[in-house]
Structure formats: structure tokens, C-alpha cells
């Protein structure tokens, strides 16, 4: 996986609250097995009519917005617990989603894949939706190591997992995580035979 410890970005504003998993990467979408190609497809009932014309509107359609942070309305990923979801967000190139709530199994299935979702209060959140508005440019700072959002005059400190933590900033999935103790297990398993 890829490493994610500091990100420098500008962000990608969708106010829109109670986004669910098949929103995000509708069913019909869901017959791969490969984590890639998913992007195409990210949001695709909003981002293109029937006929598959970009809808002009639709922020992801906008060239204003761009970024590899995705700020959204409150109660991401709710739904359905399908992995495609994290999937989608991270083929299209998002590396960070911020909103006021996850669900727990977006939280998860995000953080398995180098997404990190980053929970901030409502009034941050409102806060950082008015920064994007009046400046589409303006830079947010991830660091993953000091657990903190910095958005000019903004800074939050988020709460995150320390064995996630560990994962995102070295690149680990849990079989490279284990790799990484291995010395440790084996002593351990040395102990217990001893003891």
C-alpha cells in the first residue's frame, strides 16, 4: 500500500450529508475483483445523465475542484459494507476524506485501503466548506504522524487508531504489519515455549 504520513492538497468540496456506499459506487458497478478501474465510476449517478454525459454541475465534473482530499457532509459511507466504496475514492485518486461522521464500516474498509477518513466536528466542517468556497485553492496539510488538520488558521487534531496509524504512515496492510514484528512474534513464541 501506499505510504500516507504528511499530505499537502488542495480539497474537493461535496456538502451533500448522508452519502451511502452505493452513491459512492453504485451496484451495477460491482463485478470486478480488481481494486482499480472503480474511479470511472465514482459517484456515477451524479456525475453523468443516463446517456453518460457529464453532468456540469456536479463538483467532480468542475475543473475549479481538485485534489486528493475529498471533504464531505456529515455521515459518510453509511449503507451497505461494500469495500468498493474505499475502493472508488482511492482509484480516482482521494487520499484523505474528511467529514463530520463515518460509518464504522466505511471508517474501517477506508483505512484498510490508505484512505484516511478524518472525523472533525460539525463547526470545523462548516468551517472548512466556507474556506473552499471562498478560495477553491486553498491548501490543506494532513500530517498523519501528529494526528492534525491544518486549513490557514484552522488546526484540528484528529483522533486515529494506533495500529492504523502505524499502517497508514509505513504503507502496511495487516500481512505487512505482521511481517514487520516478526523478530518480536518469534521471540514472544520462544518466551511461551521456555515458560
Known amino acids: 500500500m501506499e505510504k500516507l504520513n504528511k499530505l499537502i492538497s488542495t480539497a474537493v468540496p461535496l456538502p451533500i450529508e448522508d452519502i451511502d456506499t452505493d452513491q459512492i459506487i453504485p451496484a451495477r458497478f460491482l463485478k470486478a475483483i480488481s481494486k482499480t478501474g472503480f474511479g470511472e465510476n ?4 451524479w456525475r453523468y445523465t443516463t446517456k453518460g454525459s457529464p453532468i456540469s454541475d456536479f463538483v467532480l465534473n468542475n475543473p475549479i ?31 484523505v476524506v474528511i467529514s463530520s461522521f463515518f460509518a464504522d464500516i466505511f471508517k474501517g474498509n477506508a483505512l484498510n485501503n490508505a484512505i484516511l477518513p478524518l472525523q472533525v466536528s460539525d463547526d470545523i466542517l462548516h ?14 496539510i494532513i500530517n498523519v504522524e501528529n494526528q492534525t488538520l491544518t486549513c490557514e488558521d484552522i488546526t484540528f487534531h484528529f483522533e486515529l487508531d494506533s495500529y492504523k496509524k502505524v499502517c497508514l504512515i509505513n504503507g502496511y496492510d495487516d500481512i505487512d504489519y505482521l511481517l514487520s514484528i516478526k523478530n518480536e512474534i518469534e521471540e514472544y513464541e520462544r518466551r511461551v515455549e521456555i515458560g
Open 127 to 140: 468551517q472548512l466548506f466556507q474556506k473552499i468556497e471562498q478560495n477553491p485553492s486553498t491548501e490543506f
Open 42 to 45: 465514482l459517484f456515477r449517478d
Open 65 to 95: 475542484y481538485k485534489g486528493s482530499i475529498l471533504v464531505a457532509g456529515r455521515n459518510f459511507g453509511c449503507g451497505s459494507s461494500r469495500e468498493h466504496a474505499a475502493w472508488a475514492l482511492g482509484d480516482y485518486g482521494f487520499k
